[in-house]
């Protein structure tokens, strides 16, 4: 069975750093993107940011670009979303997401993502 696990979320203040992480089982995902979307209460999920199969490319939400950088490595079929220069309105729920295929064609698009975490709370205080 598949699994994708988030873990490193938490409190942190304004100008602070947080690294999620993104541990999937169940399978090998080195061929796949993976993606990260984040959803904060009222708003729909947002795309973040994604990164290819083969981990040389990446693609950012004009939101996040230059502050949050995502990395993968294969071997321990993780990847991360490293955060800084956090602001309040990155408080969200943060999403890890497999996708469909290794490029990032669709990595924008929520439907091209076949396999979901269950999400880690981010809150960044003011």
């Known amino acids: 069975q598949v699994q994708l696990v988030e873990s490193g979320g938490g409190l942190v203040q304004a100008g602070g750093s947080l690294r999620l992480s993104c541990a999937a089982s169940?399978?090998?995902?080195?061929?796949?993107?993976i993606g990260w979307f984040r959803q904060a209460p009222g708003k729909e999920r947002e795309f973040v940011g994604a990164?290819?199969?083969?981990?040389?490319?990446?693609l950012y939400a004009d939101s996040v670009k230059e502050r949050f950088t995502i990395s993968r490595d294969n071997a321990k079929n993780t990847v991360y979303l490293q955060m800084n220069t956090l602001k309040p309105e990155d408080t969200a729920v943060y999403y890890c997401a497999v996708g469909a295929s290794g490029t990032l064609v669709a990595a924008r698009i929520r439907g091209s993502y076949a396999y979901w975490g269950q999400g880690i709370q981010v809150t960044v205080s003011s």
């Open positions: 990164i290819s199969g083969s981990g040389g490319s990446t």
């Open positions: 169940g399978r090998t995902f080195s061929r796949n993107a």
